[in-house]
């Protein structure tokens, strides 16, 4: 009887498997989003030596722990200085970082504006599950209004940041959210945020069964991507100022940003190269206005 060989799956060699089973709980959209990532990288990424992961702390922040790719877990909120300080020492280096809204938006928000201002060549995946979900639950800048917590139990009065429009207003060149029902989408994000040139943001929206959806009366983690199916409206290139999220709330998704712009790289390049040039200019004009020796006239 013949056997049908076991088809390999393209995304095991960018695990580290010997780490499985993985920390995060049943129905947390985070390993999705991984999932995803490993196929951008597999179908878009040819140097894989020079691929380099870059996380913080929370549920999200485990991610390069689990990915066979050099990779850097930092403090909390410093993925993003460390990965810009990556790129300017090894520019030849594809730096990612991934963690989680609270990581990234909170306690790194600071970090955030200023490498997409100066438009670090870098590409940042941030999994949004509304909450600090590794340490019980409590809210944070993405927590959209009324929404309940472990520090907010009458309901979030605090307006939530809207990620798309902080990206783009300060500077990045490349803004897409999905959740994690659209993989497809998301792959194709991915892929296109790794090979942009500048500062890249991909949202990613995810269940936390555990912590957010349970409080909220959300359902499981099935539940949330049947809602996110659901109630996601796609609207690619539409003004990121219409991309707040509200609890129970339809979910605008899509590319919304793809434009260019000198990377900070290439301005710090084209800056020294503008220094010297200005260096080697006096030095010339220095040495036209030499005064020359006079010999003495005979006779």
């Given amino acids: 009887m013949s056997m049908t060989p076991a088809v390999e799956n393209p995304v095991e060699q960018l695990l580290r498997s010997e780490r499985m089973p993985h920390i995060w709980c049943p ?26 992961i870059v996380s913080g702390i929370g ?21 993003i200085p460390f990965a810009t300080g990556l790129k300017l020492a090894n520019p030849k280096l594809k730096v990612v970082v991934y963690s989680g809204d609270g990581d990234l938006i909170a306690i790194g928000g600071n970090h955030f ?17 509304f909450n600090y979900a590794m340490t019980g639950g409590q809210i944070g800048p993405t927590t959209p209004l009324d929404a309940v917590g472990t520090t907010s139990p009458y309901g979030v009065c605090e307006r939530p940041f809207n990620l798309p429009f902080l990206a783009e207003s300060c500077g990045a060149v490349y ?19 790794l090979n942009k040139r500048g500062f890249s943001f991909v949202e990613v929206i995810t269940p936390c069964p555990t912590l957010y959806e349970r409080r909220n009366r959300l359902g499981s983690g099935l539940d949330r991507m049947q809602w996110f199916k ?49 260096r080697r200019w006096e030095r010339m004009s220095r040495e036209q206005q030499k005064p020359i020796a006079m010999r003495p006239m005979k006779g």
């Fill in 27 to 52: 129905g947390c959209g985070i390993g999705t989003t991984v999932n995803c990532f490993a196929r951008a990288v597999e179908e878009c990424v040819s140097d894989l030596d020079n691929l380099i």
């Fill in 230 to 278: 659901e109630n996601s409206v796609i609207k690619n290139g539409v003004d990121t100022r219409e991309c707040d999220i509200a609890l129970r709330q339809k979910i605008v998704c899509g590319k919304f940003v793809d434009v260019d712009r000198p990377s900070l790289l290439e301005m710090v390049e084209a800056k020294m190269a503008s220094v010297l040039h200005r």
């Fill in 175 to 193: 803004v897409a959210r999905w959740t994690a029902y659209h993989v497809r989408q998301m792959t194709r994000a991915m892929c296109e945020a």
């Fill in 113 to 129: 504006i200023h490498a997409a201002r100066r438009n670090a060549d870098i590409t940042v995946i941030c999994v949004n599950n």
């Fill in 59 to 79: 549920c999200t922040g485990r991610v390069a722990g689990y990915l066979e790719l050099d990779s850097f877990h930092t403090t909390h909120g410093r993925a």
